[in-house]
């Protein structure tokens, strides 16, 4: 993650700030502030962050170990034409 961002910030000039917790941490402190471009959590955070209106869209990018990871993208964060985002 921290290689992408640096290529990222190369080709555009905007960085990029993690932060790194466990699923639940990371969802509720999204629901307090309203923060966040992207969330990657494993199931059962993406139903309860789609059913506190807080998911725009996501998508399944992986399995591990029979667990279902996904990426998540905040309503509030940046869609894919505008800056920070990093997939396309």
């Not at 992408?4 to 466990?22: C, M, N, Q, V």
Request: with cysteine; hydrophobic share 35%; charged share 25%.
């Amino acid at each position: 993650m921290e290689e992408l961002a640096d290529l990222y910030r190369e080709e555009t000039g905007t960085k990029i700030e993690f932060l790194y917790s466990d699923s639940g941490n990371l969802l509720s402190q999204a629901g307090l502030t309203g923060k966040g471009d992207i969330y990657i959590c494993h199931d059962p955070f993406m139903a309860a962050a789609r059913s506190k209106g807080l998911v725009d869209r996501d998508w399944t990018v992986g399995y591990l170990a029979g667990c279902r990871h996904g990426c998540y993208v905040w309503p509030s964060g940046p869609l894919p034409d505008q800056d920070h985002h990093m997939f396309s």
